[in-house]
């Protein structure tokens, strides 16, 4: 696509329009961190942040793409955009964005972000993140936990902590052979042979939930592991995977019930 850069002309009136003069030094400085977007550009990408924040990925991912194209040092498009790509099952395309952050601005792995998400963040995700940190050890190894982590961290502003998790949550996908739809489909029909000849066993409903949860499917996990609790009731981990699940579906209310059950078991050791 061709793309022509009026240079000399829209930058002066866009300024005028918003009666904004910048000394070259401010400019010089805006363009190093958080460049403004245009007065044209401002309405559709408020739309995008909003539909991310509201869960509407499928509206979000083109037009915050189209943002960062345009805007390619807009510290604060590429982190709406790697939240939305992690929501989408796309963490390769996250880890991706949040690396082009610390391209941008390195200081950003060790300090907050302070951009809208973090402003209105409900007291359910902060809450839940807290909880979540401390427990996720039991189910390190399921990559749905680190994805749930990492967006968890890009919503507090913790953008450093998300790429992390993202990176982690790539190396298991990688190490249990299952990036591919094909790998997910085939772990989802052993499980479900295991189950044909034993019927009650709680690992193959676990396995299966979390290969459910890989590929999207969270309310039949959801379903899966409550069989798992039902027949273990006393399972500390299968407590956690329902509410990393809840989480991953945005019911933040029963992910918190969740884990406040699993803090009551007694195998529960802080």
């Not at 309310?219 to 006393?234: F, G, N, R, V, Y």
Request: net charge negative; with cysteine; charged share 25%.
């Amino acid at each position: 696509m061709c793309v022509v850069k009026l240079t000399n002309v829209i930058p002066v009136i866009a300024l005028v329009m918003q009666g904004l003069f910048f000394s070259v030094s401010a400019t010089e400085e805006l363009k190093t961190s958080n460049p403004p977007l245009s007065i044209w550009e401002r309405p559709r990408y408020e739309k995008a942040r909003l539909a991310v924040e509201k869960g509407l990925i499928d509206l979000a991912i083109p037009e915050l793409e189209k943002i960062t194209v345009l805007y390619p040092e807009n510290v604060e498009a590429h982190a709406y955009l790697g939240l939305a790509y992690s929501q989408k099952g796309l963490i390769p395309c996250a880890v991706g964005e949040f690396q082009k952050i610390f391209q941008i601005n390195p200081n950003l792995r060790n300090t907050s972000f302070d951009y809208p998400m973090t402003k209105d963040t409900p007291d359910a995700v902060r809450e839940f993140a807290t909880n979540f940190e401390g427990i996720i050890d039991l189910i390190d190894e399921f990559t749905g936990a680190h994805e749930v982590m990492g967006s968890l961290y890009v919503q507090l502003g913790r953008l450093g902590d998300a790429l992390n998790e993202y990176k982690e949550a790539l190396r298991l996908a990688r190490v249990g052979e299952k990036e591919t739809l094909s790998g997910i489909d085939q772990a989802i029909q052993e499980y479900e042979d295991v189950l044909q000849l034993k019927l009650n066993c709680v690992e193959a409903f676990i396995k299966l939930a979390c290969a459910h949860a890989e590929k999207g499917m969270l309310d039949m996990s959801i379903a899966d592991i409550q069989k798992a609790i039902s027949l273990e009731p006393d399972r500390l981990d299968a407590r956690v995977y329902l509410a990393c699940f809840y989480a991953k579906k945005r019911m933040l209310s029963e992910a918190l019930q969740a884990l406040d059950e699993a803090k009551k078991n007694p195998r529960y050791h802080p």
